[in-house]
């Protein structure tokens, strides 16, 4: 890293320079240490955040989801030590698993504002490394759509299972059938519920306007695959378009994307949503319990996947009929669950009418 131009980090609207860090792998992740090292106070923002003044000094409390505790603690509490003495302050972290407010206290206003801000700084890099716990998408799970895509896994497996890798274990299951438009971490009730209101106001601010407050009626039809080899393939999905020609689902795939990244909620991927399907994907064949979702990162919990020769496959069903759906709301969906009819819980929607 050149010294001399550190990277910056944006958190809450506000741009902040990452020192150069050690990072130590430790046995357990909960003894993990992350410090960002020492820094001039006087760089730091000093209107990011309230800070009251006490009888004491100062003070500046911040949420903070106890997952995420354990990153300012550090290994044997090595993480906070040093926050502590370097900064000259007081940190206060409720007990493990206990939801609240970590409260910073000390006698100069530049070492609470510099203790909050390295803070901010260590939840925002250990916030990307946690697996994500929910998605927005689009329920692609009703009985016609069901249907037809065993009917399309059926007539595959009878043509092309003679095929490099191919084999039952590789389809979604189709009770949970979905479009994703992207990833989220929430770690506690109160973001589930930041998430939930933020679908609510999206509704009011734009969602209404495109769709005019009726459902998206989308055709599911035509296969492709992600990868640039289709003799290696990984990830297969269904094509999925609105009935009438417009791009009001790739509108309200975007503009929703883009108020949930502005947020903090969501990080962003791509410029546009990619608006698919997944009906084969190699992790499935891995293990049958992996969230059959998340294929927009293109990344792995394997080191290795075993790919398929698709080639045969987007030859034959190139231009598969899925069918027709009306798409009446978004979902917040919970991952690794099920609700009574097999697609994943709900924790909250957006209803078009």
Known sequence: MDVLRPPLIRIGGRVYRKNLIQEQAFPHEEEEDFYAGPSDCTDEPCDAFVVEETERGFQCRVEVPSPLYKYIIGKKGETKKRLETETRTSIIIPKPGVEGEIVITGQHRSGVISARTRIDVLLDSFRKKQPFTHFLSFALNQPAIQEKFLQFKEEVLEKCSKDHGVSSSLFQNPAKLHLTLGTL??????????????????KEDFVDQITGGQPLTVEVA???????????????????????????????????????????????????????????????????????NSTMTGKSSFKERESFNGRNILKLFENFYFGEVQLNSVLLSQRFSSDASGYYATSGQLCFS
């Open 185 to 202: 971490v929430l770690l506690n009730e109160q973001e589930i519920q930041k998430a939930c209101d933020l679908l609510q106001q999206c």
């Open 222 to 292: 035509g296969v492709e695959y992600m990868n640039d080899d289709p003799a290696m393939t990984d990830v297969l999905y269904a094509k999925v378009h609105m009935k009438d020609g417009s791009d009001r689902l790739q509108m309200v795939a975007d503009q929703l994307v883009e108020r949930f990244v502005a947020s903090g909620l969501m990080l962003k991927e791509w410029d546009r949503v990619k608006l698919h399907a997944t009906v084969m994907n190699t992790l499935f064949r891995k293990d049958p319990t992996e969230e059959r």
